[in-house]
Antibody, heavy 125, light 107 residues
Framework: EVQLLESGGGLVQPGGSLRLSCAASGFTFSSYAMSWVRQAPGKGLEWVSAISGSGGSTYYADSVKGRFTISRDNSKNTLYLQMNSLRAEDTAVYYC??????????????????WGQGTLVTVSS | VIWMTQSPSLLSASTGDRVTISCRMSQGISSYLAWYQQKPGKAPELLIYAASTLQSGVPSRFSGSGSGTDFTLTISCLQSEDFATYYCQQYYSFPWTFGQGTKVEIK
């Protein structure tokens, strides 16, 4: 059974930092890309960042580029999101998600077949 | 960036109804579209991928159709457990983007 368990959320002041973790089990972690997706209170879903299975490729939404860093430790089956220079608009539940790569006609993209339960990050003074 | 317009934002329906949710893209995405269901306080769950392929374990009353720019999620006979918010997601190009969501509520 696939399980994704996020941790590390909490209250942080504007300009502060936080590191989220996502412990994965039930699948071969290093074989799959992983993503972070967030949801501000009462709002929709926003993809934040993705990382390839090896960790060699990373991708970011413009809203977090230069402030957030995604990484993974395949020996620990753990995904991370280092969040710096946090802003009030970063307040959200952060979900880690397992990517599933879909390819057709030579082109590929990822949807999310499993999600963690989420961890709340609140940026406020 | 591929922009997505999901409609309606709110849908009032009764158990047993057939409901349809639309997702329109700002540019063609072939069949690189997924649908998710989210219940209050819970993580989203994958329903459909590749526009029309049902994820394992998802009831057959859910179906998806479309290609290019226009997509539809249909629930053929609404059940009590289907009252939730539904999101479409394109994975044709980065950044992956989601529709604004459709809340299906009890009429």
């Amino acid at each position: 059974e696939v399980q994704l368990l996020e941790s590390g959320g909490g209250l942080v002041q504007p300009g502060g930092s936080l590191r989220l973790s996502c412990a994965a089990s039930g699948f071969t972690f290093s074989s799959y890309a992983m993503s972070w997706v967030r949801q501000a209170p009462g709002k929709g879903l926003e993809w934040v960042s993705a990382i390839s299975g090896s960790g060699g490729s990373t991708y970011y939404a413009d809203s977090v580029k230069g402030r957030f860093t995604i990484s993974r430790d395949n020996s620990k089956n753990t995904l991370y999101l280092q969040m710096n220079s946090l802003r009030a608009e970063d307040t959200a539940v952060y979900y880690c998600a397992k990517d599933w790569e879909y390819c057709s006609g030579g082109s590929c993209g990822d949807y999310f077949d499993y999600w963690g339960q989420g961890t709340l990050v609140t940026v406020s003074s | 960036v591929i922009w997505m317009t999901q409609s309606p934002s709110l849908l009032s329906a009764s158990t047993g109804d057939r409901v349809t949710i639309s997702c329109r893209m700002s540019q063609g995405i072939s069949s690189y579209l997924a649908w998710y269901q989210q219940k209050p306080g819970k993580a989203p769950e994958l329903l459909i991928y590749a526009a029309s392929t049902l994820q394992s374990g998802v009831p057959s009353r859910f179906s998806g159709s479309g290609s290019g720019t226009d997509f539809t999620l249909t629930i053929s006979c609404l059940q009590s457990e289907d009252f939730a918010t539904y999101y479409c997601q394109q994975y044709y190009s980065f950044p992956w983007t989601f529709g604004q969501g459709t809340k299906v509520e009890i009429k």
